[in-house]
């Protein structure tokens, strides 16, 4: 992201290396193995992760609704290039989220975004003055005087607890969309001209909060490479199941038929026609002499009967030899 032009301030997210006293410059950005069909892919799962975070964040603060405020989502880049706007100067706040694999999240806070929740959290008036018919928008606050070198305690802590609760809406929403789980592992606050280091290949969104006095946004920011390892094993599985079963797949859930042969006994016509119930027909083999066990009527196994949990059943004890 470019400097402010009253600031030599570095990008947000990015950490200044000092070639001179009175000059910086970014280190160059380097995105590893990724092409650029990777890099889309990922940026386009960014995007999907952020498009209901916005409307979420409606949910996570009331006050927007009051202020009718219109949440807008800018096009999601990589944080190195210089196409999202910088970071308003002063203090900020950094959510930071990872999970078991190599995935990881971060919400940033900047000045303007913390003045903004800390005056709707409190009532203020922001957009009341316009609802009320006055003529003159006020002038831009000076965050310079709004807020100090640092964060003091009691800002900390409400921005704990605040940010915390939208980074958790966050959470859901990356769970369903990569089915990997984040926690928030640190939650920090940096000082006036302080810049957390984040991972190189890190991507930003801005979900931008408009139709207020003084519009603001909360920054996302992913890491390419995992999202795009993520995007590529949830595609590969899309196309697994889209491609069905294979042979081998689909033959073992085709049903078939298993008859364990007791013995078999020939009889006349008339002493089948004379059979009565409570009848008993003698089998000419004996209670323990093996069981023939047939799949769809060819003999595999050989068996013998037991009883298993009050049933009768069969124990197979080796395959049929003819």
């Known amino acids: 992201m470019r400097d402010s032009p009253q600031s030599n301030a570095p990008p947000f997210g990015h950490a200044p290396v000092n070639n001179s006293p009175k000059e910086q410059q970014i280190r160059p950005f380097e995105i590893g193995a990724l092409d650029q069909n990777q890099l889309h892919g990922a940026l386009f799962s960014l995007t999907q992760i952020a498009t209901p975070f916005c409307r979420e964040l409606r949910r996570a603060m009331p006050f ?7 949440l807008v989502l800018s096009e999601a880049v990589l944080a190195s290039d210089g196409t999202l706007p910088p970071a308003t100067d002063g203090p900020s706040f950094l959510v930071t989220l990872e ?7 971060a919400l940033a806070f900047d000045g303007a975004a913390i003045l903004a929740l800390v005056e709707g959290l409190f009532g203020g008036a922001s957009g009341e003055a316009e609802e009320e018919g006055e003529p003159e928008a006020r002038e831009a606050p000076d965050y310079s005087q709004a807020l100090g070198e640092t964060l ?13 609760d939208i980074a958790t809406r966050l959470v859901r929403l990356i769970e369903a969309q990569t089915g ?4 928030v592992t640190e939650l920090t606050s940096l000082k006036r001209g302080e810049f957390p280091e984040l991972a190189a290949d890190a991507l930003a969104v801005d979900c931008r909060i408009e139709g207020v006095p003084h519009p603001w946004a909360v920054r996302v920011f992913m890491g390419a490479d995992a999202l795009q390892k993520l995007t590529a094993q949830q595609d590969s599985a899309t196309k697994d199941a889209d491609a069905g079963p294979t042979m081998s797949q689909a033959a073992t859930r085709i049903p078939v038929t298993v008859i364990a042969e007791l013995g078999r006994v020939t009889l006349r016509l008339s002493q089948v026609l004379g059979l009565r119930v409570g009848d008993t027909l003698r089998l000419p083999s004996a209670a323990n002499d093996p069981v023939i066990v047939r799949v769809e009527g060819v003999p595999k196994f050989d068996a013998v009967p037991v009883i298993s949990r009050g049933q009768v059943a069969v124990k197979i004890q080796s395959r ?3």
């Open 320 to 322: 049929h030899t003819e």
């Open 64 to 70: 927007l609704a009051r202020q009718r405020a219109r």
């Open 180 to 183: 990997q789980t984040l926690a």
């Open 152 to 164: 003091t305690l009691a800002q900390r802590a409400m921005l704990k607890r605040l940010c915390g």
């Open 99 to 105: 999970s078991a694999s190599d995935l990881w999240a």
